[in-house]
């Protein structure tokens, strides 16, 4: 499956961890499931836990963070869900975005 169509997993809904990236709509989020994979945790583990989860939401969570870290990122994520600028998000002017308590 290609990247952007595991992206599609990944949902962000302002009710739901206040609007922290999360699996399909459920009130899982992907940090969670990073974390879990962080600590030790093999896939087969996390799905056993999560019944409904697949393979292709943990990959989605790993393709999610690899785009973060890369800056393609969250603000173009956001966007791309359809919502306004993200929280924390301050328009520059001119001299192009900046996230809000980042001194230049």
Request: proline share 6%; charged share 25%; net charge positive.
């Amino acid at each position: 499956m290609d990247e952007n169509k595991l992206l599609e997993r990944i949902t962000v809904n302002p009710k739901i961890f206040g609007g922290k990236p999360i699996i399909r709509g459920r009130r899982i989020a992907v940090e969670h499931i990073l974390g879990m994979l962080a600590a030790g945790d093999a896939p087969e583990t996390i799905l056993k836990g999560y019944t409904w989860l697949e393979m292709e939401d943990i990959q989605a969570c790993l393709v999610y963070a690899r785009r973060m870290v890369t800056m393609k990122g969250w603000n173009l994520f956001w966007w791309e869900q359809g919502h306004e600028d993200p929280p924390g998000y301050l328009r520059m002017g001119r001299s192009g975005p900046g996230i809000s308590g980042r001194r230049s």
